[in-house]
């Protein structure tokens, strides 16, 4: 999914930092607003602590790449950062995200357990218009800024980056089986990866 993994690489939302030593051919940089998931990082490793999508802390064209895993959907400003990713990544990076898929993120979107027999049904949520909500994750509430997935795809575009992949993944096998309330899900689309380019 990513692409050319050297030089120097920007993780996006980096959390605990898991990815920082993904890469051992390149310099990979971690950024997030969260001071105690920084800490949580490998010592050694990379790390900024700053507020997305400023990333005036960089250089024009320093960069690479930069990749984003699960953090788009938290940002409510994606023209900015894909701006600010433009001007940080050098003519021929790329930047590769990876989402949940906006079928997932639309409000009220959800498994329905139909209780008479055990079938397990989708609720659609308002797909095409954007919004935000509030969802309980590992007892904190979470803010998911929902975008259809031809919003996310223009404004890239009107940033400046060019499409390269763009590929749909189910949930895994073992994740339905583990889940009563996703079997019948295999078939949804789960995660949205895409990488773009710089020309």
Not at 48 to 71: I, K, N, T, Y
Not at 191 to 199: A, D, E, I, S
Request: hydrophobic share 45%; proline share 6%.
């Amino acid at each position: 999914m990513v692409g050319k993994t050297e030089g120097i690489i920007l993780d996006i939302g980096c959390g605990e930092g898991w990815a920082l030593t993904s890469f051992p051919d390149a310099t990979t940089v971690g950024v997030d607003g969260s001071f105690d998931l920084l800490a949580m990082a490998e010592p050694g490793t990379r790390r900024v602590q700053a507020g997305l999508p400023d990333l005036s802390w960089l250089r024009d064209e320093v960069l690479h790449g930069a990749f984003a895993v699960l953090v788009l959907e938290h940002l409510a400003d994606l023209e900015t950062l894909f701006a600010e990713l433009h001007r940080t990544v050098r003519p021929g990076g790329w930047l590769a995200v990876v989402l949940n898929h906006p079928a997932y993120t639309a409000p009220g979107a959800g498994p329905v357990v139909d209780p008479a027999d055990g079938e397990v049904l989708w609720r659609w949520g308002p797909y095409f218009q954007a919004a935000l909500s509030d969802e309980l994750v590992a007892g904190n509430l979470v803010t998911f800024h929902h975008r259809p997935t031809g919003e996310l795809l223009e404004s890239a575009a009107a940033n400046g980056w060019t499409l390269e992949l763009f590929e749909e993944r189910p949930l895994s096998v073992e994740t339905v089986s583990q889940n009563s309330t996703l079997h019948g899900q295999e078939g949804m689309p789960r995660l949205l990866g895409v990488r773009w380019l710089k020309y």
